[in-house]
């Protein structure tokens, strides 16, 4: 048996079938043995040859096939987790009922790993009672049952009921595999607001002041949000390209001041707000109307800077009872003290509840994949972060919140 994390990849049978072929590759192409088992309607779409030629495993539908190896059993107790993509409002109606007519809802009953269904259908669907009913019950079970996205439909509907970008459904399955109770709905209605990105301060029309943030912890932390049942506003500045987190509420901006305009309208009705933007502290004082020229006969341009408005204590300043709020410090260690220390003193400074710290460096925190760091709270708790994906870092600081908000009754 193979030494890789196991993975089952049903597939149902929606025009959204041809993006379980991209799940497939990440899944792959990062170590994982991915057997794939698609309903028949799926097949209508993506042939049996495709999925084989990507897993390198027999692609069988029915409960018929190797009758001797029980495999209508076998494949879901092997499995180390189970992804529906796309799951349709026929299956997930068919996985509520405890249907087995085949073989991917006969291996959806003999899972005891976790199992997640990434649902594609038109808004109409994906709104009616019955298919309500159908996600509450497979949660209530246990299944992650993902909020899908909202955009192009088939054909020129528009709406939510997109399958959310494969790239984000591979991040949640990887999260799935490390934590497999990392998506609990411990967050549903609760209304987030989450910065992410770094901003810009122009100089002049072509240069300006920033950072090295890619962006990647924020969106892991509305992606992981959502996920949870929060509703999420996420307030962007430059990032990396990335795929928008489904179910998320997506508003973009570039300097500092626009991102704290943003965010202060947004943070008046929210009920948590995470700040893991990274805002520049300083802006020019003024902004050439012309590109500054580079002559051999001029003085080196001198630049006078301002200081950009602290958000985050503003944000503590303004809050009303109640209202979480969580921070982020990227800080290096120097002669005054290590980045603890730093991390303790900006805590106190800044009054928020939790501060997640990241030391920052070639490698580390910013530009990357993985994230380490410590989680401290106001109440002088410490918790080490271990190196992992972000989107585990955004699990471990849901998780404090959702204990924050559990053991004060905190509410908006």
């Known amino acids: 048996m193979s030494d890789k994390p196991r993975v089952v990849l049903g597939v149902g049978g929606g025009i959204a079938a041809y993006k379980a072929c991209e799940v497939l590759r990440g899944l792959t192409e990062s170590g994982h043995d991915v057997r794939v088992v698609p309903t028949e309607a799926a097949l209508n779409f993506v042939g049996a040859a495709t999925f084989e030629a990507l897993s390198g495993?027999?692609?069988?539908t029915g409960v018929f096939?190797?009758?001797?190896?029980?495999?209508?059993?076998?494949?879901?107790?092997?499995?180390?987790?189970?992804?529906?993509?796309?799951?349709?409002?026929?299956?997930?109606s068919r996985a509520a009922q405890g249907a087995a007519d085949d073989l991917l809802t006969a291996t959806l009953l003999t899972a005891r790993c976790p199992v997640a269904f990434f649902p594609a259908m038109h808004t109409e669907m994906w709104e009616h009672p019955a298919t309500r009913d159908n996600v509450a019950l497979l949660r209530s079970r246990g299944a992650v049952v993902a909020e899908p996205?909202?955009?192009?439909?088939?054909?020129?509907?528009?709406?939510?009921?997109?399958?959310?970008?494969?790239?984000e459904?591979?991040?949640?399955?990887?999260?799935?595999?490390a934590v497999p109770d990392a998506l609990p709905r411990d967050l549903e209605g609760r209304r987030v607001v989450i910065?992410?990105?770094?901003?810009?301060?122009?100089?002049?029309?072509?240069?300006?002041?920033g950072?090295?943030?890619?962006?990647?912890?924020?969106?892991?932390?509305?992606?992981?949000?959502?996920?949870?049942?929060?509703?999420?506003t996420l307030i962007a500045g430059h990032t990396v390209e990335m795929p928008d987190p489904a179910g998320v509420d997506l508003r973009r901006v570039s300097t500092a001041e626009q991102l704290r305009v943003a965010v202060h309208e947004a943070a008046a009705t929210a009920e948590v707000v995470v700040m893991a933007a990274a805002v520049a502290d300083f802006r020019p004082?003024?902004?050439?109307?012309?590109?500054?020229?580079?002559?051999?006969?001029?003085?080196?341009?001198?630049?006078?800077?301002?200081?950009?408005?602290?958000?985050?204590?503003?944000?503590?300043?303004?809050?009303?009872?109640?209202?979480?709020?969580?921070?982020?410090?990227?800080?290096?260690?120097?002669?005054?003290?290590?980045?603890?220390?730093?991390?303790?003193?900006?805590?106190?400074?800044?009054?928020?509840?939790?501060?997640?710290?990241?030391?920052?460096?070639?490698g580390k925190a910013f530009e990357v994949e993985d994230n380490a760091g410590w989680l401290l709270s106001a109440d002088?708790?410490?918790?080490?972060?271990?190196?992992?994906?972000?989107?585990?870092?955004?699990?471990?600081?849901?998780?404090?919140?959702?204990?924050?908000?559990s053991s004060s009754g905190s509410s908006v």
């Open 57 to 60: 495993h027999p692609v069988h």
């Open 65 to 92: 096939s190797e009758v001797p190896e029980v495999q209508h059993v076998r494949v879901g107790k092997e499995a180390e987790l189970v992804l529906v993509v796309p799951a349709t409002a026929d299956l997930l």
């Open 149 to 167: 996205a909202a955009g192009r439909l088939t054909g020129a509907d528009t709406g939510k009921g997109r399958l959310a970008d494969p790239a």
């Open 169 to 177: 459904i591979v991040d949640l399955a990887r999260l799935l595999l």
């Open 195 to 209: 910065s992410a990105g770094g901003t810009r301060e122009p100089l002049d029309p072509v240069r300006y002041l």
């Open 211 to 232: 950072n090295r943030s890619s962006g990647k912890q924020g969106y892991a932390l509305a992606r992981v949000a959502a996920q949870r049942g929060a509703q999420v």
């Open 285 to 362: 004082a003024a902004r050439a109307d012309y590109k500054i020229k580079k002559s051999d006969d001029a003085p080196d341009p001198v630049i006078r800077l301002d200081r950009n408005a602290d958000i985050l204590a503003e944000l503590v300043a303004a809050r009303e009872a109640g209202q979480v709020i969580v921070g982020f410090a990227a800080e290096t260690g120097d002669e005054h003290g290590t980045v603890l220390d730093h991390a303790r003193a900006k805590l106190k400074r800044k009054g928020c509840d939790l501060l997640v710290v990241n030391a920052v460096g070639e």
């Open 380 to 405: 002088g708790a410490e918790r080490p972060i271990p190196l992992g994906s972000k989107s585990q870092l955004a699990t471990t600081v849901w998780d404090a919140v959702a204990d924050f908000i």
